[in-house]
């Protein structure tokens, strides 16, 4: 009988070879945050970096649509952040992230993290506001995620984007679909940067979106911002978001009119034997350094 052998695989973003995983050389970093505490629904998304990860060594490095191997610029793959898994402490992952994303940005690189769920980007922006005076967040998401706190937490992935305006960043939010009536302040006084999943079905022209962001722009993805025929693993999904090509188009005409230094994608809970929505982060993780460099 013939003896099955595991295949393995190497521990980084699509299978590099060290020249172009190398730190030093790299342009970009990949950071991992697996971090699900404040989840308040489906769990899972401390998996969501590993199964990226797993999910990008199968994607093709020739990119086809933009006809050119973006890998050559050097994507490096940092060791997962160690964060504090329990609720009580995402403000203490806050301070985490923060330090670890000055750091990086001390060494000039381009900053991709991946989650988790979405209270880990605050404390990346910040950051990033440390280093751009000029700083503005496209974020696309099915929630506004304005609350001032939620289940007595004000780091929880439901105030992620509170916490963001509270550090004095324009935030243009794209895809919304679901909102609270304690957020209609926030709401009402962000309302010409918000544009919610009705009022731009299947738009491909973008520059409303573009005209409210400033020079340098950090996108913040949460997948639940795709609808959940293509991206069903996530922990609050919501009908009527944005496909494929209406997300790469935005972020093609932002990379284009606007410099983007950095992102994240966040929100993956993985669901095992369903590996579309793994690929789908990796693919656009790919995609969007294609248009950035």
Known sequence: MMKMVE???????????????????????????????????????????????????????????????TYKIGIATLPSLEVFHEAEKSGENFEKIYLEGKKLLGDDKFIVMVGGEHSISPGLIKAYKEKFNDLSVLQIDAHSDLRDEWENNKFSHACAMKRVIDLGVNVVQVG??????????????NRENIFMAKDIQNKREWMDVVARLTGNVFVTIDVDGLDPSIMPSTGTPEPGGLLWYDILSLLKE????????????????????????????????????????
């Open 7 to 69: 295949q393995w695989w190497p521990d980084n973003f699509f299978a590099l070879e060290k020249d172009f995983d190398d730190y030093e050389k790299a342009k970009v970093v990949i950071l991992r945050v697996p971090y699900g505490g404040t989840a308040s629904y489906g769990k899972g998304t401390e998996k969501g970096p590993d199964a990226m990860m797993k999910a990008s060594q199968q994607v093709e490095l020739f990119d086809e649509e933009l006809e050119k191997e």
């Open 176 to 189: 919304i679909r679901s909102t609270s009536p304690e957020e209609q302040e926030d709401f009402g006084k």
């Open 254 to 293: 932002v990379a284009k009119e606007r410099k983007v230094v950095g992102f994240d994608v966040v929100e993956l809970a993985p669901v095992e034997n369903l590996h579309a929505p793994d690929f789908l982060c990796a693919k656009l993780i790919y995609r969007l350094l294609g248009y950035v460099f």
